[in-house]
Structure formats: structure tokens, C-alpha cells
């Protein structure tokens, strides 16, 4: 149908893109292959840097796509998309035709179990970040057996930064994820011990630095520099974590209640699927690579009709995300309607 | 004279315009992927040798590569070759590849073509 613009994802950055789109007079359609809309800000509780809950990004979001009445297809996985941005192919072999094509399909929480040296999965305490958002939504952080954890581990960079499970980026949200949780901890119960185990603190972020002070001399918190090199359980029920204190240069060894695994951000499954059929390449670790890093890094090549919107290129925070898909959505309206090629 | 028991220091201060950089250059020519360390300590807080005598293989390759080799050849005799600190590098950096060779370079050093390491055989530990 003409002026149809086809949306790979409905998370922040479809939805966004969907909704400059439906005012800029196409007629965008989104496929989630989920039940619902949103992606990863259903599950997460309060989002850095202000502690704003989740739900106020996400509801007046969903309430314009509902309101602007903007096609949504639920249970809709795209599994192909024309090299030409004609069209994509779900999975079940339907072909749905567009005028170009916004992929939007975010990212894919790296599997903590790959990681066997921290036990996720074996060990009963050991969760990971995204476990620990969903605890956050219930006001309670409990061990398996239902007690208080009078300490809290938690280790950066888990799935990101490490050639052994072939990701070598850096997942850029997880640092502040990780000081804002500990933070999230100390304010729920003032009596638990909370220690981050980083490399690097990367606070890219307006306010983040501040928000990673503010958990030094207010909240706390103890950081210490080193990478957790294995867990093994203690007669006790708790966990035993080995690092070296490189500030100082000994090993260390430390007891805990619970370790938080703070997962990386991995290229959404699909990509190889999409990346073959619509002739798109791969960057590093496998998300998308965008034409260049600066004026094209929502366009897929010179003059194609395929777009890039949020994490499915890299790691990014909401705010990122939803201005790509701002800025996609233009880029795909001007692709079919023409008008200065900036 | 009054003796007050107090010597004079060595400075501490690494030295690096006036350390000999030509062992550092040789090690790091035969393990390139070394400069990608992050200095992450897993192979230290791995390490069986380090984890009963005073002995830490991050922060000796990182002397070696600012060109301190004080207390070398000591050091390296506690390492037992076990390649634990391999398997945990985040990095992938084969570690004890390049133990192996900080020890060749070590026993051989002229016949590897390559000044003997100011200090490194020498058995004061390491600064
Ligand atoms: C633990 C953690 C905590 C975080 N906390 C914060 C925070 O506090 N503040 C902040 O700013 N950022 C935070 N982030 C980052 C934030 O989650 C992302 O910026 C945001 O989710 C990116 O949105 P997106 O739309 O690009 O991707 P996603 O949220 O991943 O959405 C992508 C959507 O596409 C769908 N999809 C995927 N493939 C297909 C396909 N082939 N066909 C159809 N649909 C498909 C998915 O089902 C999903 O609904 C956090 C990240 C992590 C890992
Ligand atoms: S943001 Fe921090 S925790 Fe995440 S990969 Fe980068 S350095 Fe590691
Ligand atoms: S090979 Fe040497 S340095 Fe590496 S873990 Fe074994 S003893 Fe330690
Ligand atoms: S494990 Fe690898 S990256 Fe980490 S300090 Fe040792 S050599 Fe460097």
C-alpha cells in the first residue's frame, strides 16, 4: 500500500520512529514479535539517570501509538527484508510489501549461563541485572531461601569486553545499571553491604558521574577494581567470589549473599537472518553497521531505503534510542517522498 | 657521626625516559596481543602460584613493559607454567606464552640478540 513504512520492533525506538512517521503522513506499521509493545522497558523498573519509573516512558509512548491509531502487528517475527527496502518476509513465509523499511529490532540480553565461572543458573544467589529490575518491580530482594541479603556483590561487565564469548564491545548501560542498582539496594535495606567489581567505570551519560559520586559518599557503596575470576558456594549457603584488588596488587577473596551479574547488550538474534536476505552488514560482536558514524548512522548505505533505529546498531540508553528513531523515521519519509538529500 | 638509622631511598619513581626499553620491545614483539591488557586481574586473582607467595603476573608484565625489570628472574621462578591465567583472559592474551618467553629472553638474552636486563637477575623483589 503506498506510503507504508514497515518497523522492525516496537520498543522505544519503533514506536518513536512509528510516530514521526504517522505525523509526517505514512502509514507505518509495526511488527513485534512479542505479544506486547515496549521491548526491554516492560521488565525494567526505575531507568537512570532519575530514577524515573519505566511505566512513565513507556505509557504516554504506547498511549500515542494507540491514539494516532497506528497499525500494530503482534506476534509478527520478521525474519527477511528486501535488499531494496521493498518489502520484509515474516516468520510462516508471509511477505508484507512497504516503501521502506525502519529496523528497530533492539538488542538481546547476553546469556549469563555461557559464563560458567559464575555459576548463573548453578548457584541459587547468583542473578543477573535484569533479574534483579524484576525484583526491584516487587520491592523485594530476597535470596532463594527468603532472607535479607546482608551482602551484595556486583560484576560489571559480564558478557561484554571478553574475547572468550566472542564480545568484544562494551555495553556502555551497564555501568550506571550497576551503580544505580546498588544504590536501588542500599535505599531498601540500609543494612546490606554492597561492593561493585569493575574494570572501568564508564559514565558517559549527563549526570552519571555525579550518580557514581553520590554512591561513594552518600550511599556507600565500596568499589573495587578488579574482575571476579570465579564463584564457588560455602558450607554456609553463600557465595564465595575470587578477584585481585588491582589498586592494591593481592588477590582477594570475598564472601557475599548474592552477586549480581551485570549481562551485556548482544546483537539481537535476528540480525544474521536480516543481515543475509537484505544484503545489510555486521558490524563488530554482529549488530548492524550503519553507512558511517556521523550523518549516517540511522542510514543503511548512500541512497537505500533500509534504516537503523536504536540498539539494534550498538548499545545505547532510552534517550538515544528514541531520538533514532526520530531521526530514522525522517530519513525513511524523505527516501520516498524525495526532497534535499541531507 | 651520629648514626640516625636512616639510609638513602632509590627514588621511586619509574623512570621511563631513562629505563632500557629494549627487553620490554623484545617481549612485546614476541607476544603482541600483551598491549591489549586491561589490567582486569583475573590472572592474578587465578593464579595458583599467586595465591600463596607474594607473586602477581599482572603486575609484573606490566613492570616489564615500563621497562622495570628489577628482581625479574626471581619473580618468574615462583610461576609453575600451570596456564591457569590463560584461561580467564578476557583479552584472550596467551599469558603463559609469554611467561615462557620473559624466561628464554631471560636465559639467553644475548644470544637473543638483546642487552641483559638492567636488575633482572638480580634478587631484590620487585618495587
Ligand atoms: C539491565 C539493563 C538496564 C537498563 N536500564 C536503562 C535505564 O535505566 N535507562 C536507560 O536509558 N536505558 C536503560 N537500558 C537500555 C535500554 O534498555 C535500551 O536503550 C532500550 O531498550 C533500547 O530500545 P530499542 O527499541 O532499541 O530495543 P528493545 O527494547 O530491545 O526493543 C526491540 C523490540 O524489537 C522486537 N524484535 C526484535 N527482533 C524482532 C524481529 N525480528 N521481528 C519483530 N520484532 C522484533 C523485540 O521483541 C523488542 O520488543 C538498560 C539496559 C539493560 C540491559
Ligand atoms: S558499561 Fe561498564 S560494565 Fe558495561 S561493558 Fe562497559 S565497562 Fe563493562
Ligand atoms: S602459569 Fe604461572 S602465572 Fe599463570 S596461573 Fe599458573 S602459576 Fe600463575
Ligand atoms: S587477565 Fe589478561 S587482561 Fe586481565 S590483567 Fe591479566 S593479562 Fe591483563
Known sequence: MENTIAIIGGGVAGMQAALTLKELGMRPVILEREERLGGKLNTWDRLFPTWTPAREVLDPLLEAVRGAGIEVRLGAAVEGVSPDGRGVTLAGGERLAAEAVVVASGFDLFD????????????????????????????????????????????????????????????????????KQAMEIRELYPECEVFNFYMDMRMFGPGYEEIYRQSQEEYKVVHIRGRISEVSPTLDGRLQMKTEDTLIGRPMKMEAD????????????????????????????GFFAAADAFRGNTRCGENGRIFFAGTATAPKNVGESLNEGTAAAWQAYRSVKGGASW | MVDWG????????IAYDAND?????????????????????????????????PFNIRKLQTLVRRGEYAGLRKELDKCMLCGKCRLVCPRGINTRKMIVTLKRLLAQPVAAGIPVAPGA?????QR
Not at chain 2, 637477575?121 to 623483589?125: L, N
Open chain 2, 121 to 125: 637477575a638480580s634478587t631484590a623483589g
Open chain 1, 112 to 179: 549469563a549461563r555461557l559464563k560458567e565461572e559464575y555459576g548463573y543458573g548453578i548457584y541459587d544467589n547468583v542473578i543477573t541485572s535484569a533479574d534483579l529490575e524484576t525484583m526491584f518491580r516487587e520491592k523485594r530482594v530476597l535470596t532463594a531461601d527468603g532472607r535479607v541479603p546482608r551482602r551484595v556483590a556486583i560484576l560489571h561487565c559480564v558478557g561484554s569486553r571478553d574475547e572468550k564469548v566472542k564480545q568484544n564491545h562494551c555495553s556502555r548501560v551497564c555501568c550506571i545499571t550497576g551503580v
Open chain 2, 21 to 53: 626499553h629494549t627487553w620490554e620491545n623484545a617481549l612485546q614483539e614476541a607476544v603482541p596481543v600483551l598491549r591489549s591488557c586491561i589490567g582486569c586481574g583475573n590472572c592474578t586473582a587465578t593464579c595458583t602460584a599467586g595465591n600463596f607467595v
Open chain 1, 258 to 285: 548474592m552477586l549480581v551479574l551485570l549481562v551485556g547488550m548482544c546483537p539481537a538474534r535476528s540480525n544474521r537472518s536480516l543481515a543475509v536476505s537484505g544484503n545489510l552488514s555486521l558490524g563488530d560482536s
Open chain 2, 6 to 13: 636512616y639510609t638513602i631511598n632509590k627514588p621511586r619513581a
